[in-house]
């Protein structure tokens, strides 16, 4: 699908307005009560080297440019993961029967930022996890919130995180994010990359994503990447 095509069709299908949009982010938007540290944090030993984790919540856009901007972050890819190899392609994703959840791979540095912030960011700030089927005005299991979990001491941190926020009623909701082990994953589309450095002004961005940007800068200031730092490109 050509990019011209896939933007018009991807600009359609998330005709909202720009107050009912604006609307669904304030419902989303967590309390300002301070959220709590993560528990369970994974032992040294094991947190040598650089890491990945994949998480999904909504369209990887905004989801990859969130994590993009943390310090202790060296690359983060748009995906899709759940499915099959043969199925991981954004026209078969997109209607929703494939098992694939548009996805993001973030390769970090553990003695720079833990798994447990990345955990913080994804659940506080890049996505509502309330929503197990939806995030804004995308609906379908193909933007479903899941962290696949790459061997047990990631699973048991997203347990004991989810938890805790879940005790604390952080949320007006339940947290609704599914734990599934990771299998594969599969990278997107090049067009997808970067998205949104790219195309800062694209209406669905500006009213979806950057203000999760806004939040990352303004609830971890001391995580957030600034343009001084180097943002990683693909």
Request: glycine share 6%; with cysteine; aromatic share 12%.
């Amino acid at each position: 699908m050509a990019i011209q095509t896939f933007l018009f069709f991807r600009s359609w299908g998330h005709s909202l307005s720009i107050l009912g949009l604006s609307a669904a982010l304030l419902a989303c938007s967590v309390s300002p009560t301070m959220p709590p540290a993560a528990a369970a944090n994974i032992p040294a030993a094991t947190s040598k080297g650089k890491q990945t984790a994949v998480f999904s919540g909504g369209c990887f856009w905004g989801v990859e440019a969130v994590f993009e901007h943390l310090k202790g972050v060296s690359e983060v890819v748009s995906g899709y993961a759940g499915g099959k190899a043969a199925t991981a392609n954004y026209e078969t994703v997109s209607a929703g029967q494939t098992g694939h959840a548009e996805s993001v791979k973030i390769t970090f540095d553990p003695s720079q930022i833990s798994y447990n912030q990345l955990l913080k960011v994804f659940l506080l700030v890049a996505h509502d996890p309330t929503q197990l089927n939806r995030q804004g005005p995308d609906w379908g299991t193909q933007y479903r919130s899941v962290i696949f979990f790459a061997n047990s001491e990631q699973q048991r941190a997203a347990q004991e995180y989810i938890s805790q926020l879940n005790k604390t009623h952080l949320f007006p909701q339940p947290i609704v994010t599914q734990l599934v082990p990771l299998n594969s994953f599969y990278a997107a589309e090049k067009y997808h990359q970067n998205f949104i450095a790219r195309n800062p002004s694209y209406p669905y961005v500006v009213v979806n994503d950057l203000p999760k940007l806004k939040q990352l800068r303004e609830q971890f200031s001391e995580m957030y990447k600034t343009s001084s730092d180097e943002v990683p490109h693909k």
